[in-house]
């Protein structure tokens, strides 16, 4: 089990490093959907449940925030607003419920700043969230023994950095 976890951390890896190079927030969502799936996995088969509860969650909230923005701006944002509650309360719960350990606290401060990432409709901000959350995991994964998570996270890290200079700056220059 350990080598197939380390595999789909590899498949997370891919994933992450992508999505955040996107232009457009749909962009960076797909991407967020496919690498916490992955992590999920991962995580899961590493037995650990908070880790695996908050990325298929994730997942499944990211598809979800996708659907919604493509209905008008007007409804959009309240739909949003109320899904991001819904799972900000279930994040919290199925991490109490799947607590037995420290680090199962970071993974829920995790999902509560995936919360608002993911609320975001600018790319810009999106990354800045992330570059918070993915820190954070770095030490979740070190306390679990995500050895590819935490290559996934650190090069999320740094691929987070080099977007935020290659187009955050050009969207600033254009403005």
């Excluded at 990325?55 to 949003?80: E, F, G, M, N, P």
Aim: aromatic share 10%.
């Amino acid at each position: 089990m350990f080598l197939i976890a380390q595999i789909f951390g590899i498949f997370s890896t891919v994933a992450a490093i992508l999505c955040v190079q996107a232009r457009s927030a749909g962009g960076v969502l797909l991407g967020q959907i496919l690498a916490n799936g992955f992590s999920g996995l991962s995580y899961g088969l590493l037995g650990s449940l908070s880790g695996a509860w908050v990325c298929i969650l994730a997942s499944v909230h990211s598809v979800l925030i996708s659907c919604v923005r493509k209905l008008d701006a007007s409804k959009s944002k309240k739909w949003i607003l109320g899904i991001s509650v819904v799972f900000a309360v279930a994040y919290v719960a199925g991490s109490a419920v799947t607590y037995t350990r420290w680090p199962d606290a970071i993974s829920c401060i995790c999902a509560l700043l995936f919360v608002l990432t993911i609320a975001q409709e600018d790319a810009s901000k999106m990354r800045n969230v992330m570059l918070v959350s993915m820190c954070l995991w770095v030490f979740f994964d070190i306390s679990v023994g995500a050895y590819t998570n935490i290559i996934t996270h650190g090069s999320t890290i740094v691929s987070l950095i080099t977007a935020k200079f290659r187009l955050d700056r050009q969207k600033k220059e254009q403005n």
